[in-house]
């Protein structure tokens, strides 16, 4: 039995709970250096410009140093405050990281996870709206209390489950209103999990063009702000700096560019970069700059800069090769500039070979500094990829985006039934 169905709320509330407030339930760390507090905070303000009202609620926690600098959410992130951002006292097992086993770690995780998720329910048993959360534990949470708050849960699906999750997954999804899916591998996925095809979305991640594309100066403006030098050719790549985003790859394939070009890497948490530089010096890779964190209004100036803008994801991992819609991929198409990408199903459900950018085989050192020097070497082809991609990201905002949750939300909190 479904408990949308034992709740203590009418079917007619139940159904005018999306008409008056989303409450987004987010278990991460805000503001973050990482880009799914970007996504979040994004989502929220889009689903605000929807005429929705949004209360994003997060647990306290302990801050990096960099983010201890941040005085407004919204001045960060460059918001306007549409929406309100709720703290809730949560239990913060961070700190004990570096003392602990993985394992254990993970125990504490799923605790904390599970903690803050009854606490948002109780905080919000009495109001009106739904749920909509990207966290599998605070998904589990909802799903517990569902009985209680009587509200529809949306789930944003990032990734694939290990097989030893797969009964707790086909519970969780009995109990989930509607799942949204950032990539079509996603959907083919959790369709084997006899999802009616009206209960699953597929909807990519976003940007907001505008707001870059005032930001960037001219390629020559941004390199003097930037103290860049003016007479080489930048590649450029932002973002984080795991193994299988494919910086490894990146860094490797300088010993086959030219000596007038240059590599900009910006961003990625200091551990990460910390190993990152280590295996470029100790490979003696030349011409590389790790700029390390930096605030996000910054980095459309070093889009700016560049010449040519990598997406190097490797093949070696699921989440890469299916599961990614990644930020960096939609700016860099409202930047402007021509893109060099790794020839996966994840990115080519946005990028086509020699349409809107030049995708080459991951993982692969050679072939990825062959694109880079092949689109650098033939102005006509940088024109036509550029022109294409900045033309097809127009249906890639967050405004768009929310707007098609928002539909889908609204015709599952009107068709749901009981099982």
């Known amino acids: ?34 880009a799914h507090g970007l996504q979040i905070v994004k989502m929220c303000e889009a689903f605000a410009q929807q005429g929705l009202d949004v209360q994003l609620i997060v647990p306290f926690r302990r801050q990096s140093v960099q983010m201890r ?28 990281q570096r003392f602990l086993p993985a394992r254990l770690m993970l125990v504490c995780y799923m605790l904390q996870s599970l903690i803050f998720g009854v606490m948002a329910t109780v905080v919000t048993l009495k109001a009106e709206g739904a749920y909509y959360t990207r966290d599998w534990y605070t998904l589990f949470a909802l799903a517990l209390t569902k009985r209680w708050h009587g509200k529809p849960i949306f789930f944003e699906a990032h990734r694939m489950h290990g097989a030893s999750q797969r009964t707790l997954l086909r519970w969780l999804l009995r109990h989930v209103d509607g799942l949204i899916v950032i990539t079509q591998a ?53 973002g984080h ?41 100790e490979q003696q890779l030349p011409r590389i700059v790790l700029t390390g964190h930096v605030p996000y209004s910054m980095v459309p100036r070093y889009l700016a800069a560049a010449d040519v803008l990598v997406l190097p994801n490797s093949a070696t991992v699921s989440i890469s090769r299916d ?37 080459v085989s991951p993982d692969d050192t050679s072939a990825l500094a062959g694109g880079i020097q092949r689109v650098m070497n033939d102005s006509l082809l940088q024109a036509r990829l550029v022109k294409k991609a900045y033309t097809d990201v127009q249906t890639f905002t967050w405004s768009s985006r929310a707007r098609n949750i928002v539909d889908f939300m609204k015709r599952n909190t009107l068709t749901t039934k009981p099982q």
């Not at 407004?72 to 006292?89: C, G, H, I, M």
């Not at 990146?250 to 910006?266: D, F, K, Q, S, T």
């Not at 930020?327 to 199903?345: C, D, G, H, T, W």
């Open 241 to 281: 700096l795991f193994r299988w985003k494919g910086v490894y790859t990146l860094v490797e394939a300088m010993r086959y560019l030219p000596g007038n070009y240059w590599l900009y890497i910006v961003g990625g948490m200091a551990d990460d970069r910390q190993a990152l530089q280590q295996f470029i010096t």
């Open 69 to 96: 600098q941040v005085e407004s959410v919204w001045e960060y992130y460059e918001v306007t405050p549409p929406f309100a951002l709720k703290r809730l006292p949560s239990p913060d097992f961070i700190r004990l």
């Open 1 to 34: 039995m479904n408990f949308l169905w034992q709740s203590h709320f009418n079917r007619n509330k139940y159904v005018n709970f999306l008409m008056m407030s989303i409450f987004y339930i987010a278990n991460a760390r805000i503001p973050t250096e990482k």
């Open 323 to 359: 599961c990614t819609s990644p930020l960096k991929l939609f700016e860099y198409m409202a930047a402007q500039r021509p893109i060099v990408a790794s020839n996966l199903p994840s990115l080519r459900e946005v990028l086509r070979h020699d349409e809107n950018a030049w995708l």
């Open 186 to 238: 996603l959907q083919t996925y959790y369709e084997q999990f006899r999802i009616v095809s009206d209960k699953i979305l597929t909807a990519p991640d976003g940007v907001d063009g505008r707001r870059l594309r005032q930001q960037m100066p001219t390629k020559e403006a941004a390199r003097i702000q930037l103290e860049l030098p003016l007479d080489v050719t930048i590649v450029c790549y932002t």
